[in-house]
């Protein structure tokens, strides 16, 4: 009996003074047993013997509601393990509308609405996106969620809310229209990209971001016809529209509609009221392919502009580079690979570039008179290519180089320093071809 005394004693203390602390509210005259049942489910818990959790658990749920919330907590982790393992559709059914229940039972007496309505979101997903009969009521939580979390709303949601549109879309076609279906579109898009400039971890958001825009195309038939035809009038009509011009944007990337004229409208105003780097270089790409060369350096200039960092605005300069070869304006191309290089010393290519310039320069700035001068281009080529790295480009190079014969005719030696007129106005040493 003395043991048995000192024994209950003991749970007695253990109970106070883990239970006795702020935030827990045991119930009036049934203290001692609630706390026999908390240490029995979470002892349970802990050992992941889940079935043995739910007498205890329940007879705090119902007697001690508002106990703790992490009794809410793990109530959600104990039915969603037992519905995870449960083979009787009724009865996983019961178990998953427990645990959804858990969520509900803890914004009740615990608030955190926003916070926990997420939660209970995720888990709705994964309980009832084969259940047609639950997509009205998955629908209604996830725009719940998405008016109280706004941008801060899981990344994983969004994709789930966007992925319950599509299966409940092709359930029953009258569910959303067209235009229901695109502003849902345009509302996930704006928290995933938002959440892209703040996420520890952008690359995550972005993988979900591209599965939300592959899922558009399976919901709504994006036709290059229906952007041209349908919307572009539209925003010719209303061109301060940025709202349409989103609209095309995003269809047109879906239905690889981007050779479209109204595609490159879009964009445009899109980035004259909304301006960024990733925009600037969109538009100055598309302009290059057309051959608008002028535009295509006033965007890439802008871009440069708007470049978060080193390495963009690099490329950017390599971009404008070749633009002003294809101008043939070759002194101010090697000067912005250059430039390009030197903001990024990574950027190799640069060199290859400023190689290629030089390689492609032999016709032009050859004069006929001294075989040794004119092929010096090749050497200063070569040079660039060495730093590049570029083994092939080196090898082409060398076989144009001077042979002997030439080196000596003209009265040279290996070594001898050369000097390249032109516009590459480079002084270089003799070498000889192999």
Known sequence: MKFKFILVL????????????????????????????????????????????QEPLLWLMVNAPDLNKSLYQNAAKIYDALATKEKDPARKKQLQDSALRSYDLRIQYFGQKALVLDRKAYYAYKYFKDSPEEYPGLVKLYQEVISLKGNKTMDRNCFGYFDIVRRYRSQDESAFTDEEVL???????????????????PEEVEKIKDLVDQLLPQIIDVDCDFIANNLGPKLQQDPQNIDLARQIFKLSYAGQCMDLPVFLAATKIIYEQEPSFGMAKLIA???????NYENAMKFFYLAEEQAEDAEKQADMKLEIAGIHEKQKNLSQARKMAMEAVALNPAKVEAYTFVGNLYFGSFERCRQNQNKVKDRAVFIAAYEMYAKAGNKSGMANAKSQFPNMEDIFTYDLNVGDPVNIGCWINKTVQVQKRD
């Open 183 to 201: 502003a849902i579109y345009d509302e996930i898009d704006g928290i995933l990209t938002a959440q892209m400039k703040t996420s520890k971890k």
């Open 10 to 53: 003991t749970l007695s203390m253990v109970w106070g003074a883990s239970f006795a602390q702020s935030g827990w509210n045991w119930p009036a005259g049934q203290e001692e047993l609630a706390q026999e049942k908390n240490v029995i489910y979470t002892d349970n818990l802990k050992a992941k013997n889940y079935a043995a959790c």
């Open 285 to 291: 790409v598309k302009e290059k392919q057309n051959g």
